[in-house]
Structure formats: structure tokens, C-alpha cells
């Protein structure tokens, strides 16, 4: 396959999955807002929710004011901000209309759609938009795409680039917005165990449709550790950091095999599920939750360059 | 010169009666009741939306992929008509080569008297990298656009040649999907010959001027400027239906003696190189230097027999429209035989007495720039006021050799469908000839519409539609 083309279907599935997790956070801030104000208003849950995506400084730059209606606009509609909804949706389409050829017709139909459904709510009075309508809109859009993928490609390299772009993604994505609930939402040490600290814990669960999944895994309360379980070590929970980096390392050993040639990227994406594999809740807590993620989102990164140099770039070293 | 309007030879009907070629479809047009009728089309454009045939326009404003306007009322063509396009289609194909073949070995059919040289040599799409240089099998135009219109049940005339590379061709494989799959009754009805041949086709005459260097299986890929360029849509596609990768620039490189594209499983080398991009932007190297379309080194492996450039560098000499007078003097010079299909009358500004009979008649005529395409740049003798016809001549006086005009025909008119019902609108024909180890078109073509009624302008460019071709079975 052209490294080009693999280049597409990695990116265009790695917007697809940012599109996906834009809409989950604005959905925490919006829900966020609707919590007991202990903290001095919602003020400061926006900006949380905006440094996560490292875009508070351009957003105060262009709109001034941290209120719901213009974060809104800024997380959903804004093509100025690279990770609005429109701004990925818009990029992705863009990489699958490049590599049209390597897309089935149910594929293309289902990311095309979307983005025409996409801009006829950008035509929408916004006074008849909810944000979480706008939400539950995004990720239907992007797990009908996903849908399609899996039901039509053909399982070839393609299928296997693609399914890396969504998991290196989604990896960087659940780091992200785990940090962002320790670090950033909670405003200081004094909260943690708080009913304040709670909720928030719930938010998070459900902002990753995860609390189905948590009930079905741990029983009785919800606590710092079995989330923390949930969300970084257990396999069985599609979006945890080990059951994307697993899913990746099959989707590596595939093209591995179908190429008769394994490579650099490989060994570097099993000695991170080898890692995973052997890391408990309290390692993690002791080296600290936020110190562990940077440096889970520096590995995960450290394999994207990797996938790179290997296979993207048409010239491997 | 007469005042008198030349009459405009309807497609479909002979005097008062249907021609038999139309008969069926007369009746299909006659019994589809009109909710129908704006049902299917709009079901045909949500297919054309959905699949994505779309052309790009940029810098213009509204929507960047428009749709071309399709219109579902077919124009037929006889077998009997077909064999003659298709024999003269193919002897015009065979000759335009021969003159490239020639114009950059030997110059022969220039030392015989037969073609001015300085038409050749002073041409902008002359060559010089090309000269004393044999491409695979001699061939230089691997797929030769004709455009063809007709006046008469018999008179069917070449208005211009194609031999770089022509588009269109998925819009007559399109056309003919959309009406099968819209219409299945009718095909059931009518015996239509098939066009779904023509990418194997294509494909194969591709692999037959592969370099000598190459052992195996020849690796072909489409070359495209990129997303950006109008006709991307037709490049995808034809990659798709024929299997090969469709490249840009940046997936290809030059090492040793070859050109590679990169691939995920490193280098790989390529055969054949089907283009869609012009000469200029081949090789920054030879050409444009700031361009990042093409390939540095290509061309030094083109010539040295590494890689095969389809269409050649310098096949645009044989199509540009000074050169397309002489096309009926090749046709006699290499082959030695009676042109099938007849060029329209056409008088050269570059020649004293021409010029002098264009300027005085400019109001009778339609004026076209040598290299000039897409209808832009031209001049529509009676559709045009005093003032733009003035100031016409006076381009014309100032650079005489740029121009060439040809009388006003009366282009044949096929039923389309409008507000009303149906009306005739002006149309003309391309077939596409494929030239390889042996000359071939599938039975078909792309049939353009000037859908303004009286407009005798096809291009899509300025506001033309498409229709299904048909040929019927013998």
C-alpha cells in the first residue's frame, strides 16, 4: 500500500476518535455547570475543560468570556480551533475523500453523511441546538463510521492502519481526560474523598459511557482506585490505556505478518503492554496518577513516531 | 454567403417520423409520467452526489464540487453509424501518432513539403527532451480524445483532437450505471452495447508499452496533480476500476535507474506512469522548477528506457488546433489512405488570405485561440455583439498565428429533457481510442449538451451537461 494512502486511513481514523472525545469533554463541562458550585462558579470547570484540550489561550484570545454558549461554539462549530467537532469531522472527511479508492462505499457513505448532516446543524438557528444533542449527535456519527468500518473493509493493511489511528487516539484521548479530573477539575487536595470529588468521578465514568461497564465490574462504591482499574489497566474495557495499547500490538503483529516483516514498531508497542500488563493501581498511585499519565502519553507518542518512520513515510529505516 | 439559417438536424427524428434508433426511447419518454420523471432525477443527482462524481471548482465561490448536469434522455448512435466513427476514430489515432513518431526521428512528412515546419518547431508543446527518442512500441498518445459533432443523418465532422489527456471518460461509464440501475427495463428493451469493458482495456494497453527494462508484471500507476485538480474524481476512479495505484508526486522518487513509489512496505518499483498532469509539471528538473507536482529525475529515467510516460512529453504537437488542419495530410502520408471522418472547414489567421476572409466575415464564424481550451478564449461570430466582435479583431490583427476559425455548423440537436417535456439541445460526441500494442475504443463515448437552449457550448466549464451514449447491436 502507498504510505501515503496508509497515512489517510491513519489520520482519518485518528480525527474521528478526536471528534469523538471534543464532544465527551464539552459534554463533562456542560453537565459539570449543572453541579453545586463549591469552587466559585462554573467559571473554572470551562477552563478546565479547555486546558485539557491546551486551547484556553486561544479561546480567551478570540472570545473573551468562558461562557457555555461561546465554549460551545468553540468546542463544536469553531473552524479556527483544529480540535472542534467540525474542525476533525471536516479533517477526516478530507483525509477519506483523498483515499476514496481504499474505502468501501458503505465507509465513505457513512463519514460523508455525517459531514453533510454536520453542516446543516451549522445552519441551525443555534437557539434550537442542545449541546448534549450536539454531543449524542457526535458520537452516533462517529460510531456509525466506526460501524461501517468493521462490518465492510476488507482486513487488509488498510483496515490495520486505520484500527492503529483509532487506538494510539483513543490511548492519548482516555490519558487526557483522566488527568484532566485529577489535575485540572479538582481544585485542590482538600476535595479528594469529598461528595464534590464524587461526582466528579462519576462524570468521568459517564463521560466515557463507562458506568454500565463499571457496575458490571466492580461492585459497591465507586472509588479513586477501581476507576483508576477501570480506566487504565482493564483489558476488557474498550477504551482503558491497556485495551487500546493490546488492540494496537494486534493490529501491529497483523501487519507483521501479512508483511512477512516485523519491525521497530512492534517492539516498541509490546514493551508498553508488557508494562500495562504487570502495573498495579497502587504503582500507579505512588508514582502519582498525573506523573504516570505524562509518561504513558509520551510512550503512546513515542510509538505514533514510530508507526511513522516505519511504515508512513515509504522509506524505512 | 447566404442569410439563410442552415437547418438543425434533429437526432431523433427524420422529417416527422421517429428514426428507428429512437423508437424506444421515444416510447419510454412518452409513457414515464411526469412525477416520475423528477423522481428519477433527482434519485440520478443523490447518486451522483453519493458516489462523489463531482468536479471541482475552486476560486469561484459556492459549492466547491459541483455536480455536472446529467440529463437521462440517451443519445443513440446506429450500428451502422458507430462502425464508421469507429473505423475513422482509430485511423485518426494511428496517424496523429505516426506524425509524433516522425516529427520527433525523422521529420519526414516536414521534408516533404507536406506540414510547415516552423507549425512544428515553434509549437509550445514541441519537445526538444523528446527528440531522436522511441518511446515503447512508438506509441506517444496512449489514449486519443476525439471530439466529434455531427450536421446531417451522414455528416458527422472532428472538431478537435486530444492527445494529452483527455478527461470524461468516467462520465460515460457513469452515465451508463446510473441509467442501467435507474432504468433496467429499457436496456432490457434496446440491445445497448456495453462500455464496462474499458478500464480492462485501458489497463492492458497500459502493460503493453511497458519499458523493455521491465520483467514481470508492469507495475502501472496513475499520476495526479492531487485532490485539488478538477478532474481528481476521475482519476480515483479510474485507479480503482483498473486496480493501480493512484499517485502524486511525492509518492515517487528517482534511484539508479528507476523511479520508485513509496509504499509501506518500502520502495516499489513502477512500469508504467499514466498521467493526468501536464508536461510542465513532470520533472522540476526539465521544466518548472518551483513545482512540486511532478518528479525530479523522471525524465532522464523516461529516456533512458527505465519508466514509460503516458502520454508522452510532446504528444500536445499533434493536437493543437494549427496542426489539426493537416490531420487529413497524415492520414494520406503515413497510411496512405482516404481520411473516414472529415475535419471542419478551417481557415488560419497565420495565412495572409485567411485572415484577411475571417476578418471580414467574423460575424458568420466562431474564432478559436490555437492552444485554447475548455471555450474560453473564443469568439462565437453570431452569438456575439459589434463591440466584442471588434475588439475580437483587433486580438487578431495583433497576433495573427493565435487564432484559426471555422464556419458556424449547424450541430445536431437530441431530445433532452427540460421545464416542458422534452427539446433539442445542441450535442457532441468524444470517444475515447486507446493506443497500444493494438488500436482500440469501447463502443461509446461521452455525449456533452449545451442545455441553454440555442447554445451550441458543451464544456462542463461553462455550464454543459452530460447524457448516456448508446450504440445499439447490429
Known amino acids: ?317 | 454567403m447566404s442569410a439563410t439559417k442552415p437547418a438543425i438536424f434533429n437526432e431523433m427524428l427524420s422529417g416527422d417520423d421517429v428514426r428507428p434508433a429512437y423508437q424506444n426511447l421515444e416510447k419510454w419518454y412518452r409513457s414515464m409520467p411526469a412525477e416520475l420523471r423528477s423522481l428519477k432525477q433527482s434519485e440520478a443527482e443523490a447518486l451522483f452526489r453519493r458516489v462523489g462524481i463531482t468536479f471541482a471548482v475552486y476560486g469561484e465561490g459556492g459549492d466547491p464540487e459541483r455536480l455536472i448536469p446529467f440529463d437521462m434522455f440517451p443519445r443513440v448512435l446506429t450500428a451502422l453509424e458507430w462502425r464508421k466513427l469507429d473505423h475513422g476514430v482509430r485511423q485518426r489515432a494511428a496517424a496523429l501518432n505516426a506524425f509524433l513518431a516522425d516529427v520527433y526521428d525523422r521529420r519526414e512528412i516536414i521534408r516533404a513539403g507536406r506540414i510547415p515546419e516552423h507549425l512544428v518547431t515553434n509549437n509550445e508543446a514541441f519537445e526538444k527532451a523528446a527528440i531522436g527518442f522511441r518511446p515503447p512500441r512508438g506509441v506517444f498518445s496512449h489514449i486519443v480524445g476525439v471530439d466529434l459533432v455531427r450536421t446531417g443523418p451522414d455528416q458527422f465532422y472532428v472538431l478537435e483532437d486530444n492527445c494529452r489527456t483527455p478527461s470524461g471518460v468516467s462520465y460515460m461509464l457513469q452515465n451508463r450505471e446510473i441509467m442501467m440501475r435507474m432504468f433496467p427495463q429499457l436496456f432490457m428493451e434496446s440491445r445497448i452495447r456495453p462500455v464496462d469493458g474499458y478500464a480492462g482495456l485501458l489497463k492492458k494497453t497500459l502493460a503493453s508499452v511497458a519499458p523493455q527494462k521491465c520483467q514481470g508484471e508492469p507495475n502501472v500507476v496513475i499520476l495526479t496533480p492531487g485532490q485539488f485538480n478538477s478532474a481528481y474524481y476521475e482519476h480515483s476512479f479510474l485507479a480503482d476500476l483498473m486496480g493501480v495505484e493512484l499517485v502524486e508526486g511525492q509518492d515517487l522518487f528517482v534511484e539508479g535507474d528507476f523511479v520508485w513509489m513509496k509504499t509501506t512496505e518500502g520502495p516499489k518499483k513502477v512500469d508504467v506512469i499514466y498521467r493526468r498532469i501536464d508536461d510542465a509539471f513532470i520533472d522540476p528538473l526539465c521544466f518548472k522548477p518551483d513545482s512540486m507536482l511532478g518528479v525530479p529525475g523522471l525524465m532522464s529515467v523516461y529516456r533512458s528506457g527505465g519508466v514509460t510516460i503516458c502520454s508522452a512529453p510532446g504528444a500536445g504537437v499533434a493536437d493543437d488546433k494549427a496542426i489539426y488542419t493537416y490531420v487529413p495530410e497524415m492520414i494520406r502520408f503515413y497510411l496512405g489512405e482516404e481520411p473516414i471522418l472529415e475535419n471542419v472547414p478551417t481557415w488560419q489567421c497565420a495565412k495572409a488570405d485567411d485572415c484577411k476572409y475571417v476578418l471580414e466575415n467574423l460575424s458568420e464564424l466562431v474564432v478559436k485561440e490555437v492552444h485554447g481550451s475548455g471555450g474560453y478564449g473564443m469568439l462565437v461570430g453570431p452569438k456575439s455583439d459589434k463591440s466584442t466582435i471588434e475588439s475580437f479583431a483587433a486580438k487578431i490583427r495583433k497576433n495573427p498565428e493565435n487564432y484559426i476559425a471555422q464556419p458556424t455548423l449547424a450541430l445536431s440537436a437530441c431530445p433532452t429533457f427540460v421545464e416542458e417535456g422534452i427539446a433539442p439541445r445542441h450535442v457532441d460526441l468524444r470517444p475515447y481510442c486507446l493506443v497500444g500494442e493494438n488500436i482500440e475504443l469501447v463502443p461509446g463515448g461521452l455525449t456533452r449538451v449545451a442545455l441553454t437552449e440555442g447554445s451550441l457550448v458543451v464544456n462542463s466549464s461553462q455550464g454543459g451537461g452530460v447524457k448516456d451514449t448508446w450504440v445499439l447491436a447490429e
Open chain 1, 1 to 317: 500500500m502507498l504510505s501515503r494512502t496508509a497515512d489517510h486511513l491513519y489520520w482519518m481514523a485518528r480525527y474521528i476518535e478526536r471528534a469523538e472525545t471534543t464532544a465527551r469533554l464539552l459534554e463533562v463541562g456542560a453537565r459539570n455547570a449543572l453541579l453545586p458550585n463549591a469552587t466559585g462558579g462554573y467559571r473554572n470547570d470551562w477552563e478546565a475543560v479547555l486546558l485539557a484540550k491546551g486551547a484556553l489561550e486561544p479561546f480567551i484570545e478570540k472570545y473573551k468570556d468562558t461562557n457555555q454558549r461561546n465554549i460551545e461554539t468553540f468546542l463544536f462549530f469553531d473552524a479556527d480551533n483544529p480540535s472542534s467537532v467540525f474542525s476533525c469531522l471536516a479533517a477526516a472527511r478530507e483525509n477519506a475523500r483523498v483515499v476514496r479508492t481504499a474505502l468501501t462505499a458503505p465507509a465513505w457513505d457513512a463519514i460523508n453523511s455525517s459531514f453533510q448532516e454536520l453542516r446543516q446543524l451549522q445552519r441551525t438557528e443555534r437557539s434550537k441546538l442542545m449541546v448534549t444533542d450536539l454531543c449524542e449527535w457526535t458520537l452516533r456519527a462517529c460510531q456509525l463510521i466506526r460501524g461501517a468500518f468493521m462490518s465492510t473493509q476488507l482486513r487488509n493493511d488498510g483496515y490495520d492502519f486505520m484500527g492503529i489511528g483509532t487506538t494510539i487516539e483513543r490511548a492519548d484521548n482516555t490519558a487526557r481526560l483522566i488527568d484532566v479530573k485529577y489535575y485540572v477539575l479538582l481544585p485542590s487536595v482538600n476535595y479528594v474523598g469529598s461528595g464534590l470529588d464524587q461526582s466528579q468521578w462519576a462524570l468521568l465514568l459517564q463521560s466515557m459511557t463507562a458506568q454500565r461497564a463499571f457496575n458490571w465490574s466492580y461492585q459497591g462504591e465507586i472509588t479513586a482506585a477501581k476507576i483508576a482499574h477501570l480506566l487504565i489497566l482493564n483489558r476488557r474495557f474498550p477504551r482503558s490505556l491497556r485495551a487500546c495499547v493490546q488492540w494496537y500490538c494486534e493490529h501491529l503483529d497483523d501487519l507483521a505478518e501479512n508483511y512477512q516483516n516485523g519491525t521497530e514498531a512492534q517492539e516498541v508497542a509490546h514493551k508498553l503492554l508488557d508494562d500495562l500488563r504487570n502495573a498495579t493501581v497502587d504503582d500507579i498511585f505512588e508514582e502519582g496518577l498525573h506523573e504516570f499519565l505524562a509518561r504513558f502519553m509520551t510512550r503512546n507518542a513515542e510509538v505514533a513516531t514510530t508507526v511513522h518512520n516505519v511504515y508512513l513515510s515509504g522509506m524505512p529505516a
